[in-house]
Structures are given as C-alpha cells and as structure tokens.
C-alpha cells in the first residue's frame, strides 16, 4: 500500500524567510501528487498538483512544489513567508489501487509564521 | 458556486444516539468520500463511492454507515456513536475524469463530540 510521509509535524519560520515543506511517499509508479492547505477552522483547499510533464509546479499563493523521482519526493516551497500562510499543510498520493482511484494524506505539517 | 456543503458544522451528542451528517455537492461529481481528521494521524478515509449505489470501506470504517442514493449526497451515519468517534469528519468530492479523478474538494468539516 502506498504510503506518504511529511517529516516535520511543526515548523516555525519568521516572516518573509523562505519555506520548505517536505513529502516523501512510498509507491512502485509515479503517483498524483497534491499539496492541500488547512487554515485555521477551515476545510482543505488544493495549493496545487503534480499529474505529469514539468517536475516543477506553480500553486496559488505563490507556492510551487518540485517532483523528484530519484526521492520519491514533493517538497513545497515558497520564497517568502507572509503571515497569512499560518496553517497546516497536507501531502497527498494519488493512485489507482482496486480499481479505485485512491488518495493517501500525510500527517501534515503545522506551520507557524513569526514576526 | 461550486462547493461541497456538510451539515451540522458542530455537533455534541452523548454515546449509543444515532446521528446523521449530512452532505452535498453540486458539481455533479461522480466520487464522494468521507474522512475523519485527528491530532497526529492526518486524514484517514472511512468510505466512499464511485457513484449512486456504489459504496465501499475505506481505511477505518468500524462503526460508520453510508448511502449513496442520489448523485450529489452522501450522508455518513453513526449508527451508535462512541467516544472514540469524537473527531473532525471532512466530505470530499472529485470528478470522474482520469487525474482529476484524485483532486478532492472539500468541504468545510463537522467537528464531533460524543459523550
């Protein structure tokens, strides 16, 4: 079974400092990859996703991820932290398993946005 | 607006009294799925369906039930809730159409007590 790991449950970065978040998952193929964010209060919404094509993909809010095969990875990154990005972050694998399309969610990864 | 719209948004209620969550979207998507949220686990899936009539277990779905008997709801039945079922449920939506089949819209949650 697929499996997805985000090693970091908090982080804390000031503002304007640049971000990384990190995905690794666990799957013979290429899955779909998402990166989801949860606000405060709020229901998840899709930053952005990895289907095929460029490794390197353009979210909203200025956030990118990057797809590294060779780590099995989809780390997000954005350059400059604004404080409105105080949330929680969510990795996601997409594959077809069962003939169902099955998403797998990381544990996510609690980020905290300092003066 | 396209949205998955749940209800009720809070709900307190005791052990062994069967309760309804509703759900709804109106993008006439095919896959609906219903997941609960806790501290350190991430999301977890507990059912979904690949359309009316069509319904299966997901990764945790002892003490749930669900029904799929119009296209666009998918409510989730604690049929006699427990303690250990107080959590954030979240329902989800996505097309049936190839990769898009994986990118979930949600909706805004129902956070669960039971006592």
């Known amino acids: 079974a697929q499996s997805v790991t985000q090693p970091d449950i908090h982080i804390t970065v000031s503002e304007g400092a640049s971000l990384e978040l990190r995905c690794n998952y666990s799957?013979?193929?290429?899955?779909?990859l998402f990166w989801y964010v949860q606000s405060p209060g709020q229901g998840l919404q899709l930053l952005l996703k990895y289907f095929s094509g460029d490794t390197l993909v353009q979210g909203i809010k200025g956030f990118e991820a990057e797809f590294k095969r060779s780590q099995s990875s989809f780390n997000l990154r954005k350059p400059s932290v604004h404080w409105s990005d105080a949330a929680e972050y969510f990795c996601a694998v997409g594959v077809r398993t069962g003939g169902y399309q099955k998403v797998t969610f990381g544990t996510g990864t609690k980020l905290q946005v300092i003066p | 607006e396209a949205q998955v719209t749940q209800n009720p948004r809070y709900l307190i209620t005791v052990t062994g009294k069967k309760l309804t969550v509703t759900c709804s979207q109106n993008m006439n998507h095919e896959y609906m799925s219903w997941y609960r949220q806790d501290p350190g686990l991430g999301l977890r899936q507990i059912y979904y369906?690949?359309?009316?009539?069509?319904?299966d277990k997901g990764d945790v779905p002892e003490g749930y039930k669900v029904s799929r008997k119009e296209k666009r709801n998918f409510p989730l039945i604690l049929e006699s809730p427990s303690p250990n079922q107080t959590s954030l449920y979240f329902c989800?939506?996505?097309?049936?159409?190839?990769?898009?089949?994986?990118?979930?819209?949600f909706g805004p949650g129902t956070r669960l007590t039971v006592t």
């Open positions: 799957y013979g193929a290429t899955p779909y």
């Open positions: 989800a939506s996505s097309s049936g159409q190839g990769p898009y089949s994986y990118e979930q819209y």
């Open positions: 369906s690949m359309n009316v009539e069509v319904t």
